[in-house]
């Protein structure tokens, strides 16, 4: 199937567009993907610009009005939805939506004037009636993703009090994150048309669920958010949300690919993101996979080959999850989490440790290695990520670290961060983390927004939502 070439772009940006006619957040319908996007309205003439941040220096598309124009309510489509069709032969009508009723009415009122105008000066029609730009962009998520402003977001949360369910939980430690709190913030924007992925509560049946977990670093500096679920809820969300955020149509494919291979019932998707700005994201399966399979989502390359010659080694045949990142530039990351073998915590250990020197990374420091054996509790994980160029990171997970351990990590690495992680902690009503992570990130893999080197991570499980 041949991609229909789209019309160059004006180059308009919206401080160009001076005393407009109307303008605000609407969400609009894609194209050639019918997912729903964030985008700021100008109206200005008879042209209505829309733009991926109020910021731009460049439109994102165009529709041009015409008299023969017709702008209607659509509340079947989506709630406060209206349509724009551009022409009686148009190829396509435009469904959007504002945040209330009020604003449908005054959207709905500035284009008939616009169009009426349009009429009274005598202005033909233009053929099509639109310029669309391409909705896919060759976009690097560490630090510079163009992602969809801050809104009030429409998740689908149920009537319940808040903080009552693990949507409002996501929610709330959202807000207790200190680096998000502007809310002109992109990696704040990027947070929230991830949650927007998420499908809603009432596509789960009966006997299924939606998972949803945090990963923090103990200086608060950088976070991993996750949710997973059924696969034939996820998929199309999934998707839609890799194309909105500017994944390449082959990390795409690369997903489509890996999951007919491995067909899991469950699958998620996950986002990172830190202080310094840095935004990834990417998808993982979180199901019980051979070794052998889980390696087809890999890069090929010495990580690869080293990982399968280890697993052998210690009698590692599956692994509990895969993922992988769906960020434009290579190289691309592969993540394997692995119940280490062994019934006890020092057996565990053993074989842990023969990764980090079989991979090529530096012990875990003298002081948090401590704190680590002071726990003796078995249950250890591997968390092991690859890439074309290298091992990215390697990280050890303990179960259950208690109150009096969080502390300690915290002066270790996080300086004194350990009230506002109670304070996050306390958010989700949750008990303390299930694990905690003693993680190390090669140098080069940071790009800027990472730490380097050791860290120390506390993974939370925010809750599971059931089919009411």
Same mark, same amino acid.
């Given at each position: 199937?041949?991609?229909?070439?789209? #019309?160059? /772009? $004006?180059?308009?940006?919206? *401080?160009?567009? %001076? &005393? !407009? +006619?109307?303008?605000?957040?609407?969400?609009?319908?894609?194209?050639?993907?019918?997912?729903?996007?964030?985008?700021?309205?100008?109206?200005?003439?008879?042209?209505?610009?829309?733009?991926?941040?109020?910021?731009?220096?460049?439109?994102?598309?165009?529709?041009?009005?015409?008299?023969?124009?017709?702008?209607?309510?659509? #509340?079947? /489509? $989506?709630?406060?939805?209206? *349509?724009?069709? %551009? &022409? !009686? +032969?148009?190829?396509?009508?435009?469904?959007?939506?504002?945040?209330?009723?009020?604003?449908?009415?005054?959207?709905?009122?500035?284009?008939?004037?616009?169009?009426?105008?349009?009429?009274?000066?005598?202005?033909?029609?233009?053929?099509?009636?639109?310029?669309?730009?391409?909705?896919?962009?060759?976009?690097?998520?560490?630090?510079?993703?163009?992602?969809?402003?801050?809104?009030?977001?429409?998740?689908?949360?149920?009537?319940?009090?808040?903080?009552?369910?693990?949507?409002?939980?996501?929610?709330?430690?959202?807000?207790?994150?200190?680096?998000?709190?502007?809310?002109?913030?992109?990696?704040?924007?990027?947070?929230?048309?991830?949650?927007?992925?998420?499908?809603?509560?009432?596509?789960?049946?009966?006997?299924?669920?939606?998972?949803?977990?945090?990963?923090?670093?103990?200086?608060?500096?950088?976070?991993?958010?996750?949710?997973?679920?059924?696969?034939?809820?996820?998929?199309?969300?999934?998707?839609?949300?890799?194309?909105?955020?500017?994944?390449?149509?082959?990390?795409?494919?690369?997903?489509?690919?890996?999951?007919?291979?491995?067909?899991?019932?469950?699958?998620?998707?996950?986002?990172?993101?830190?202080?310094?700005?840095?935004?990834?994201?990417?998808?993982?399966?979180?199901?019980?996979?051979?070794?052998?399979?889980?390696?087809?989502?890999?890069?090929?390359?010495?990580?690869?080959?080293?990982?399968?010659?280890?697993?052998?080694?210690?009698?590692?045949?599956?692994?509990?999850?895969?993922?992988?990142?769906?960020?434009?530039?290579?190289?691309?990351?592969?993540?394997?989490?692995?119940?280490?073998?062994?019934?006890?915590?020092?057996?565990?250990?053993?074989?842990?440790?023969?990764?980090?020197?079989?991979?090529?990374?530096?012990?875990?420091?003298?002081?948090?290695?401590?704190?680590?054996?002071?726990?003796?509790?078995?249950?250890?994980?591997?968390?092991?990520?690859?890439?074309?160029?290298?091992?990215?990171?390697?990280?050890?997970?303990?179960?259950?670290?208690?109150?009096?351990?969080?502390?300690?990590?915290?002066?270790?690495?996080?300086?004194?961060?350990?009230?506002?992680?109670?304070?996050?902690?306390?958010?989700?009503?949750?008990?303390?983390?299930?694990?905690?992570?003693?993680?190390?990130?090669?140098?080069?893999?940071?790009?800027?927004?990472?730490?380097?080197?050791?860290?120390?991570?506390?993974?939370?499980?925010?809750?599971?939502?059931?089919?009411?």
């Amino acid at each position: 199937m041949t991609k229909p070439n789209k #019309p160059p /772009k $004006k180059g308009i940006s919206v *401080s160009s567009l %001076t &005393s !407009p +006619d109307k303008d605000g957040w609407l969400t609009k319908q894609g194209g050639s993907w019918k997912n729903w996007k964030r985008r700021w309205f100008v109206l200005k003439s008879d042209s209505l610009y829309y733009f991926k941040l109020k910021s731009d220096t460049e439109e994102t598309g165009i529709i041009e009005l015409t008299r023969e124009s017709v702008v209607r309510e659509e #509340p079947k /489509k $989506k709630k406060f939805a209206f *349509s724009i069709t %551009t &022409s !009686p +032969d148009a190829k396509r009508i435009y469904y959007m939506f504002p945040d209330n009723a009020s604003d449908t009415q005054d959207w709905l009122n500035a284009l008939n004037n616009a169009i009426e105008k349009k009429k009274a000066s005598g202005g033909g029609s233009s053929s099509g009636g639109a310029s669309a730009s391409s909705q896919t962009n060759n976009t690097n998520y560490q630090g510079s993703s163009p992602v969809s402003p801050s809104y009030q977001t429409q998740n689908n949360y149920s009537s319940k009090p808040k903080g009552s369910n693990p949507r409002d939980k996501l929610n709330l430690a959202k807000d207790s994150i200190p680096f998000l709190q502007d809310q002109e913030n992109r990696v704040l924007e990027f947070w929230m048309i991830w949650s927007e992925s998420i499908p809603p509560s009432e596509d789960l049946q009966a006997g299924f669920s939606i998972d949803y977990h945090l990963a923090v670093s103990a200086s608060m500096e950088k976070l991993t958010w996750r949710t997973a679920g059924p696969q034939n809820i996820f998929i199309q969300k999934m998707v839609d949300f890799f194309w909105n955020v500017g994944a390449p149509e082959s990390e795409i494919d690369r997903l489509n690919d890996v999951g007919a291979l491995i067909n899991p019932m469950k699958i998620g998707s996950w986002i990172d993101m830190s202080s310094k700005g840095g935004m990834d994201g990417g998808w993982f399966f979180p199901v019980s996979i051979p070794i052998k399979l889980a390696l087809e989502a890999a890069d090929p390359g010495e990580p690869a080959t080293k990982l399968k010659q280890w697993a052998d080694k210690h009698a590692v045949e599956t692994c509990f999850s895969v993922g992988r990142d769906m960020g434009a530039a290579p190289p691309r990351q592969t993540e394997f989490r692995i119940r280490l073998p062994g019934a006890d915590f020092n057996t565990q250990f053993k074989v842990a440790n023969d990764a980090y020197e079989s991979f090529g990374f530096p012990p875990i420091p003298a002081e948090a290695l401590t704190i680590l054996k002071s726990s003796n509790l078995a249950g250890l994980n591997l968390s092991i990520i690859t890439s074309s160029d290298g091992f990215v990171r390697l990280g050890l997970l303990c179960p259950t670290p208690n109150s009096e351990t969080v502390r300690r990590l915290c002066n270790i690495v996080g300086g004194n961060s350990f009230d506002a992680l109670s304070a996050l902690q306390g958010s989700m009503s949750s008990g303390g983390p299930a694990y905690v992570e003693y993680q190390y990130l090669n140098v080069g893999f940071g790009y800027g927004v990472y730490k380097e080197g050791f860290d120390v991570v506390f993974h939370y499980e925010i809750g599971e939502e059931k089919a009411e």
